[in-house]
């Protein structure tokens, strides 16, 4: 299962995420915010991380007006390798490298068809496995 959430500046391109994900058959859950609202994007990424942590999901989605704040809080866990991407190449190389987990967009950054890219370049990418990738991950924790 891909836990997704996001605050209010990311609501519409995760409502547009989440069509994708429905119309590729992709189990997904939604962890809010459900419409666009102002609130605060660490309690989306709370969430998500919560999903992943406890084994409830796989990976997670993140969306905020950046990607970066909602990374930032993301990342407090040391669980949790949350990664902002703006293209389909960072997507790719932060599953092969870093093996993230979380990928964090940026609703104000990206658009509609660049983020369904990025989407599908995270979910469609294994970790490499490559000794190096596995020292540096474990490293980090
Ligand atoms: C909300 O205005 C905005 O600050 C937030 O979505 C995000 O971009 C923070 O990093």
Redesign the pocket.
């Known amino acids: 299962m891909i836990a997704i959430g996001?605050?209010?500046?990311?609501f519409a391109l995760k409502q547009a995420i989440m069509a994708h994900l429905k119309e590729l058959g992709i189990d997904f859950k939604d962890y809010g915010t459900y419409d666009d609202k102002?609130c605060d994007?660490p309690d989306y990424a709370e969430a998500v991380c919560k999903a992943i942590i406890e084994g409830d999901a796989e990976k997670g989605i993140l969306?905020?007006?950046?990607?970066?704040?909602?990374?930032?809080a993301a990342n407090r866990h040391r669980e949790i390798r949350a990664a902002v991407c703006t293209d389909e190449f960072t997507a790719r190389a932060t599953r092969e490298h870093n093996d993230a987990n979380v990928i964090c967009l940026?609703?104000?950054v990206v658009g509609e068809g660049v983020a369904l890219g990025i989407i599908d370049a995270f979910l469609n990418t294994e970790f490499s496995n490559g000794a190096n990738h596995v020292r540096r991950i474990a490293k980090l924790s």
């Open positions: 996001s605050d209010h500046a990311g102002s994007y969306v905020c007006g950046t990607g970066i704040g909602i990374s930032i940026g609703g104000r």
